[in-house]
């Protein structure tokens, strides 16, 4: 059974930092891509940033720059360093992953950016 655990969230202040981390379970995580999606308040869940099993990363324009995914295949945990965070930041991050065919998510982490 695939589980993604994400955690990392809270409240902080425009221009400040988290780390997000997401630890999966049930599935050859190594082999696995892996993506950081987003979803703000009466709007849809878009993705975020993805990094393959071999390391290939892709990002949202809206993110590059100020965000980084990153993997530690011996802990089974993809991360997601964000900097220079912006109120329009705020949103709940899920981590995704397709095995089998099948779409698994977590169940989100809420990030909020205010002061």
């Known amino acids: 059974q695939v589980q993604l655990v994400e955690s990392g969230g809270g409240l902080v202040e425009p221009g400040g930092s988290l780390r997000l981390s997401c630890a999966a379970s049930?599935?050859?995580?190594?082999?696995?891509?892996m993506g950081w999606y987003r979803q703000a308040p009466g709007k849809q869940r878009d993705v975020v940033a993805t990094?393959?099993?071999?390391?290939?990363?892709s990002y949202a324009d809206s993110v590059k720059g100020r965000f980084t995914i990153s993997r530690d295949n011996a802990k089974n945990t993809v991360y997601l360093q964000i900097n220079s965070l912006k109120p329009e930041d705020t949103a709940v991050y899920y981590c995704?992953?397709?095995?089998?065919?099948?779409?698994?998510w977590g169940q989100g982490t809420q990030v909020t950016v205010s002061s």
């Open positions: 995704n992953t397709t095995w089998w065919g099948r779409v698994y």
């Open positions: 049930g599935t050859i995580f190594r082999m696995t891509t």
């Open positions: 990094i393959t099993g071999d390391g290939t990363i």
